[in-house]
């Protein structure tokens, strides 16, 4: 319950009142959408005389779901290590339509429905879910720029602060390079670099046409050393186009924009360097995207995120540059390292892994 709590604070805490409100909002008319769905729904089964047996199925729909998600989580987690991402994606598209949809039908069939109405109701119940979750995902950067229209508290969520004035930028790129990752292909990554007293407040991100905050703690593009910029980005999309905020020497608030350049230099094969309490990597990369496993003893591979090893230290996007553990008789050998990288162009989760050469 602290977990959660905190995971709770951590996101809406930080979330402006406005923005709070908007969403408020939204959530409220998302629910009397699906109110009335369910009027319609229900008024077109009892003009069939079969209220009955639909309220029946929709009221099985909730159990249902958490067996369809069960049948994707528990064979995922059974998996262990970072094939289970994996598992859990073709298991989705599976297991889970299967158990889904089967168990609407036999609900249906025990209430004395057709089959067609059976599964009717199952893919509205799939609607009423998947419907506001699209929209939500759509409207999120109005969101923001609703709220800086209201009150200027949207100009990123968990901040209050004004963008200051439009400066050149201050950061310089003082190392590109070109890398190849299996099954997620040519990744470009680059080294900012502030003069002495510039601190950073936050970094976006275009997406859309829509800046969008990208330097938390759990980035999928960017990582902080200090007030060094360390970017991963992949080779196929756009070059990205950055909206930096810092504050100056003199304490005064200002942002720069500018494009991001392709490197020149040749692409190389992306190799960590096996140690023997860990793993290094060719360049810094954000924590949020690193995960890392080790062998139990009943032979199965266990995993987790190189971010746990970072939880309180505040919340800008940590840098892994080597991964170390002790290797002790209760804590194994680190024998597996994975780099997961989310295309926002495609809507796709990619995943390259590294396994250590057998001795």
């Known amino acids: 319950m602290e977990t959660f709590n ?10 402006p009142p406005t923005v709070m409100a908007i969403w408020s909002v939204f959530a409220l008319l998302m629910v009397i959408a699906v109110l009335i769905a369910v009027f319609y729904e229900r008024r077109r089964f009892a003009a069939q005389n079969k209220a009955g047996a639909w309220l029946f199925v929709r009221l099985a729909t909730l159990p249902i779901a958490v067996a369809a998600a069960a049948a994707v989580v528990i064979p995922a987690r059974a998996v262990g290590g970072p094939e289970a991402l994996a598992a859990f994606y073709l298991l989705a598209i599976t297991a889970g339509p299967l158990v889904y949809f089967g168990l609407h039908w036999f609900a249906g069939w025990v209430a004395g429905l057709a089959r067609k109405d059976a599964l009717a109701i199952g893919l509205s119940g799939l609607l009423m879910v998947l419907v506001p979750v699209l929209l939500a995902n759509q409207v999120h950067p109005w969101v923001f720029d609703l ?13 209050n602060f004004s963008p200051g004035v439009k400066r050149p930028p201050v950061h310089q790129v003082v190392e590109q390079q070109r890398f ?29 046409g829509h800046y969008v ?18 970017v991963f980005w992949h080779g196929a999309v756009a070059p990205a186009n ?24 040749a692409a190389l094969a992306f190799t960590p360097e096996w140690l023997p309490d860990g793993v290094a990597l060719p360049v810094r990369v954000p924590a949020g995207m690193v995960t890392y496993s080790w062998m139990l003893e009943n032979g199965r591979e266990d995993s987790r995120g190189a971010l746990d090893q970072y939880s309180g230290n505040g919340t800008a996007s940590p840098c892994v540059h080597a991964l170390r553990r002790p290797v002790t008789a209760e804590q194994p050998q680190i024998n597996g390292m994975g780099l997961r990288l989310w295309r926002f162009d495609t809507q796709q989760m990619l995943y390259a892994m590294f396994r250590r050469p057998p001795r």
């Not at 709220?147 to 901040?159: F, H, I, K, L, V």
């Not at 330097?215 to 360390?230: I, K, P």
């Open 6 to 15: 905190a995971g709770f604070n951590a996101i809406f805490g930080r979330m």
């Open 147 to 159: 709220a800086r229209a209201m009150d200027g508290t949207g100009a990123a969520p968990g901040s």
């Open 180 to 208: 190849t990752l299996p099954e997620i292909g040519e990744v470009w990554t680059e080294r900012w670099q502030a003069p002495a007293g510039v601190r950073i407040e936050r970094i976006e991100l275009d997406v859309r």
């Open 213 to 230: 905050e990208v330097d938390g703690a759990s980035s999928n593009y960017l990582c902080r050393n200090g007030e060094d910029v360390h």
């Open 242 to 265: 950055w909206r930096v905020h810092w504050r100056d020497a003199n304490d005064q608030r200002a942002y720069s924009d500018w494009t991001m350049t392709p490197p020149v230099a």
